[in-house]
């Protein structure tokens, strides 16, 4: 149960990088892409700080995510894996509730379904 939390969490973390790469770096080509319907072609030049000022944040959640790994202590590692997890939920879950309800499913349910496995693992 412990190594099935593990990959969970840096499954979120990895998805959390991509997201920071999509937004930072890649905005107008491949986020251009990846939004297309959701956003108008024009929009996406004028957005391009604010979709790297979202990115940096997702960025912070992935370190924080990844930080657990480096957490010899167990009890702590679990509390900040929690911690992190809980904010990817709450993120995941305020964008399905103002922009698009597919961003809980890509985003929320995998870190809810890591943050169970992490509960269920214990210390």
Same mark, same amino acid.
């Given at each position: 149960?412990? @190594?099935?939390?593990?990959?969970?969490? #840096?499954?979120?973390? $990895?998805?959390?990088?991509?997201?920071?790469?999509?937004?930072?770096?890649?905005?107008?080509?491949? %986020?251009?892409?990846?939004?297309?319907?959701? *956003?108008? !072609?024009?929009?996406?030049? +004028?957005?391009?700080?604010? #979709?790297?000022?979202?990115? *940096?944040?997702?960025?912070? @959640? #992935?370190? %924080?995510?990844?930080?657990?790994?480096?957490?010899? !202590? +167990?009890?702590?590692?679990?509390?900040?894996?929690?911690?992190?997890?809980?904010? $990817?939920?709450?993120?995941?879950?305020?964008?399905?509730?103002? /922009?698009?309800?597919?961003?809980?499913?890509?985003? /929320?349910? +995998?870190?809810?379904? #890591? @943050?169970? $496995?992490?509960?269920?693992?214990?210390?």
């Amino acid at each position: 149960m412990q @190594l099935l939390s593990q990959l969970l969490i #840096a499954l979120v973390a $990895v998805e959390h990088l991509y997201i920071l790469w999509l937004e930072m770096f890649a905005w107008e080509t491949k %986020g251009r892409q990846t939004f297309k319907g959701a *956003l108008k !072609d024009e929009y996406f030049t +004028p957005t391009k700080t604010l #979709a790297a000022n979202q990115g *940096l944040y997702n960025g912070f @959640l #992935a370190a %924080g995510l990844i930080w657990t790994f480096f957490i010899s !202590d +167990p009890a702590w590692a679990r509390n900040i894996a929690l911690f992190f997890l809980g904010c $990817v939920i709450v993120a995941g879950s305020y964008g399905a509730a103002t /922009a698009s309800r597919k961003i809980f499913f890509v985003q /929320a349910v +995998p870190a809810l379904l #890591a @943050l169970a $496995v992490v509960l269920l693992a214990g210390n």
